[in-house]
């Protein structure tokens, strides 16, 4: 047992997880100390086709067994088609003990169950998870090895240094030309930018485009090129082109959020960094995108134009960018159908690789360029620690995505949350897991008031003189507690069954089996 | 000793040259055993800027040490001054006994013949070399090591496998944001397409980008990403922009070249390679680009749109696809103003690496994409074997650029030549060197004749049917030999100051320095 910086307790050794881990020390405090990870190099020849007729056979030639790690990618969201079909393809070919490694899981991913079950998938890495299989791990173990939960830049570190080493990846292509070229936004299920299997591509040792749409080489517009694709399969359909783009990207209408968002843009107007040529990024969903409404009245007002706006890039996003109000758009993921058109429109809205995100380990990223990030949060405990991925239950429920990276990158990063959700304080002692730590954290907002990182003095001295009203967070914590009542703590058995690595790769919480109550 | 493929003596061992070498033994004989090169992960945090005062303190801190490989780009051509500059700093550092790795070096780069007399540059690789370094090579073998000679796939390739291990870039950007996401196709010095440093990019352990155009990111046109870049120097002027376009790709009015090249472009219609959808690229300079102003008139009078034109990238190559002749252009290398114009604007023009371009050791490259190829030559043998990198003295004089990927890649590849060039003939029993073996030409049209590759039977009757007279290649040696006498035999001693390399890493010839005459 070690105590790392957040103050939890991790394991010497944690069952089916890597032997050589360390526990987080600090945002910036381990440095890599890895090379890149090899592939090995593969040649083509003039008329050599890598059109496959059926995704069974790009499969045997990829050499996929048992025991390796496949990998692939979320941008089609709730409507991807690609993962259940491959998945299907290889139980049905008797492969077994496979890790799938996705840049995250959605609902539409919750047949995996019963590849988990049946012995094909015997791991899990990604993001996020939510659902069935979330809850079966989390209380019944259903997998021996731990999911490995990464941030959205830190898969890409993995990647790179070869800690996630991919066999055969999957691609989902919306087009793709007969050679792999292949972009994320043309197509009747377009989903817009293809940041994350961009490292996938680059170092899997196999790499299969599943296409719905296979056009005459060359494609012109290239996300991820023909240099890193070795078979192409035609199937009749990727995705459910409705289930596409999310509906958590619109600006909520719920007037607590609003009210929150309100003050949260007051917060930052009075932090000093509203200011020309700013740079910025919101979370998706709750009060996170609706501070957007209330800064762009101010930047306009003030005639303040920013400098660039990164993530997730939304409608409200493009918009920004339709009325100059920022220079760029730095896009790895496009939640919805305008900001997809947007990208394929744009030359001001730029597509980025995972690794450009947020990457901590290359020569440079954006969330390391961030001066405002907006994040949102299932639970804020008193040493601003976040959780984003588990209930308070300590069931699996959510996600890292880019919380971690941009976090640390940003000069300012404020959450906006209620202080409580119906019964449950969403402020306090200890979050059911840390996923971001504390000191990566500089603001709360919530209804109830304004918290601000007692390490952030400067901060507290612009605020205070802006006439902001402060609130110590242990006070409203206490606050909160006095309505909610103290929440019950969970009880666990000694089993891990998730491990949340920090962006650096380090260990930062374990999350353990639920203990069934008799 | 062992005899390639093409009938040269190679030796078991070249002084100076790695060791592990083997002899050319066909096309598409030697498949690569290696894996990618890796390189060492660094970390970036918030804060941190790329940007140092001057190229000197940018050189100490990227550790470069006596012995060690550094590496430039030519897209500048002859307006370069970022070589010689940051040579000039080296040598005043008193670092010794690099080699340096160019794309190519043109004359611009003359004054590297000073760094290497006093032992600052004790090695070249390079796609191509002329004027005095050259001759000096050549005739006193003023290094040790010999110079190293590859295609422009083949570098991308050895750069990927480690076989050119690059310790420092210098990357000239005629554009370069603040955190170093660079192009080649805005600014004063604008180049156009910036496919050759990619490679250099991803694998070289510190990267410099040298700008005269720092501007604030985000840059929104990357085609060289931040991720890859260590440090960025400003300097006053990257370049004459007045030299960077070259003039060897304008149309020839050469009676004799322009009666070439419409015999080629007869000889190719009459192959029937010119239909709809056929992809195409003309070497630059004499006839080559000529047969372009031909092929032009046929596909407009039949309608005929052709897929994509690639390579360097000239104005004539635009026109075609601005009046739908083409459908993508893809660039590697833009040789006009008008080009770099029209890859800024045309989303058509599609900007790809050396490794997209020719690399025959990825998944797919564009030259093993096309299906019509011209090349010009300096000599052609009766084995078809062709020079393009020394003079009928021995002295190196030329360059392979992307004539052997693109000749072996094509489904025809047709070389343009006059018979002589005054009294030296063109076609001649054995050229000076092999640089493009014969196995991978199937065409030569001069103004006596055409002549097919025996092993191109298929075409041999197309063209006897279209009633295209033909002329056996040894046939048309004599006549030229009988105008222009038997050249003389080349005297050489031992010494072995270049070794040219086919696109696989195999050697297919070596220069050997010129015996001085008593």
New interface residues.
């Given amino acids: 047992m070690s105590i790392n910086k957040v103050g939890i307790e991790i394991p010497q050794e944690i069952q089916g997880y890597r032997k050589d881990f360390k526990p987080y020390a600090g945002a ?1 405090e381990t ?18 086709s ?1 059109i496959i007729e059926n995704l069974e056979e790009a499969i045997k030639r990829s050499g996929l067994k048992d025991g390796m790690t496949i990998s692939f990618h979320h941008h089609l969201r709730n409507g991807d088609f690609v993962l259940n079909k491959v998945m299907d393809v290889i139980a049905g070919m008797g492969i077994k003990d496979l890790t799938v490694a996705a840049s995250s899981l959605t609902k539409a991913h919750e047949p995996l169950l019963g590849h988990i079950k049946n012995g094909v998938v015997s791991g899990l890495e990604t993001s996020g998870l939510r659902g069935l299989i979330a809850e079966e791990m989390s209380r019944n173990a259903i997998m021996d090895k731990p999911i490995i939960f990464r941030s959205h830049g830190a898969r890409a570190r993995a990647i ?2 070869g800690e996630l080493s991919i066999d055969v990846a999957f691609l989902a292509a919306p087009i793709c030309d007969t ?2 070229n292949m972009n994320g936004m043309e197509g009747k299920n377009a989903f817009g930018a293809m940041g994350y299997p961009m490292a996938d591509a680059e170092y899997a040792n196999c ?1 299969i485009a599943v296409t719905d749409n296979l056009v ?3 494609l ?3 996300a991820i ?6 078979f192409i399969v035609e199937i009749d359909e990727i995705g459910d082109p409705r289930k596409i783009a999310t509906g958590a990207t619109r600006i909520t209408s719920n007037p607590k959020d609003l009210f929150i968002a309100e003050q949260a843009a007051n917060v930052l107007i009075a932090s000093g960094e509203i200011k020309e ?1 700013y740079s910025f990024q919101a979370g998706s969903g709750g009060p996170s995108l609706a501070v957007c409404k209330f800064l762009r009245e101010y930047m306009e007002e003030n005639k303040i134009t920013g ?2 706006s990164s993530g997730g890039i939304v409608k409200v996003a493009v918009d920004f960018l339709e009325d100059g109000l920022f ?2 758009l ?1 896009d790895v993921q496009t939640f919805d159908a305008a900001a997809a058109e947007s990208m394929r429109k744009n ?2 809205h ?1 597509e ?2 995972a ?2 995100y947020a ?8 969330a ?3 001066d405002v990030m907006i994040l949102s949060a299932t639970e804020i405990d008193t040493n601003f620690n976040i959780n984003s991925l588990t209930a308070s239950t300590g069931v699996i429920m959510g996600a890292i995505g880019g919380a971690q990276d941009t976090a ?4 300012l990063t404020l959450v906006v949350a209620p202080s409580m959700r119906g019964r449950l304080p969403i402020v306090m002692d200890r979050v059911t897991n840390v996923v971001t730590p504390g000191d990566t954290i500089d603001v709360l907002v919530t209804e109830r008031g304004v918290c601000v990182n007692p390490r952030r003095t400067d901060l507290i001295e612009k605020f205070t003189g802006a006439g902001i009203v402060l609130k110590d967070i242990n006070e409203l914590k206490e606050e909160v507690e006095a309505l909610t009542g103290k929440p019950a703590k969970n009880e666990y058995t000694d089993k891990i069954v998730g491990v949340i690595e920090y962006r ?1 790769g380090t260990v930062i919480d374990v999350i353990r089996q639920i203990k069934t109550k008799k």
């Fill in positions: 910036f440095e890599p100390t890895a090379v890149t990870k090899t592939r090995r190099i593969r040649s083509s020849k003039p008329g050599g890598k790179e240094s050679m792999g790499v005459p080489f060359p012109n517009n290239i090129p023909m240099t890193n694709v070795d040529g400098s660039f220079k760029s730095l030359p001001n730029v980025m690789s690794s450009m990457n901590p380990h290359n020569r440079s990223c954006v390391h360029q961030l640390a990158g940003a000069g650096d």
